[in-house]
């Protein structure tokens, strides 16, 4: 069993920066998949961004590419994101998961831990 908990979210203007924290419990964090998905109001959830247990393969959403970086640091049981140049467009509540997949899956279906998310407004 995997807990996970976001922060860093919050209000910040165009062309700002932003570092999302995801800490998880469980001394099996290192071998899961990690992803960041995100939901604005009224669409769905949509993929950002996933890194597998070692680092070693990294995804990111189109919409994303040149901008956002994700990370992870197994020591500390944390997955990052950090996020560049923002744009209003990038305003959601913003969700970590997990999953037992190696091959740092984007699909939603792929992931069996989530955490409860924290909201990122951007403003123009």
């Known amino acids: 069993q995997v807990q996970l908990v976001e922060s860093g979210g919050g209000l910040v203007q165009a062309g700002d920066s932003l570092r999302l924290s995801c800490a998880a419990s469980?001394?099996?964090?290192?071998?899961?998949?990690m992803g960041w998905f995100r939901q604005a109001p009224g669409k769905e959830r949509e993929f950002v961004a996933s890194i597998n247990s070692r680092g070693a393969i990294i995804r990111y959403a189109d919409s994303v590419k040149g901008r956002f970086i994700v990370s992870r640091d197994n020591g500390k049981n944390t997955v990052y994101l950090q996020m560049n140049s923002l744009k209003p467009e990038d305003t959601a509540v913003y969700y970590c998961a997990g999953s037992a997949n190696t091959l740092a899956p984007m699909t939603r279906a792929s992931y069996i831990y989530w955490g409860q998310g924290t909201q990122v407004t951007v403003s123009s």
């Open positions: 469980g001394r099996t964090f290192s071998t899961y998949t």
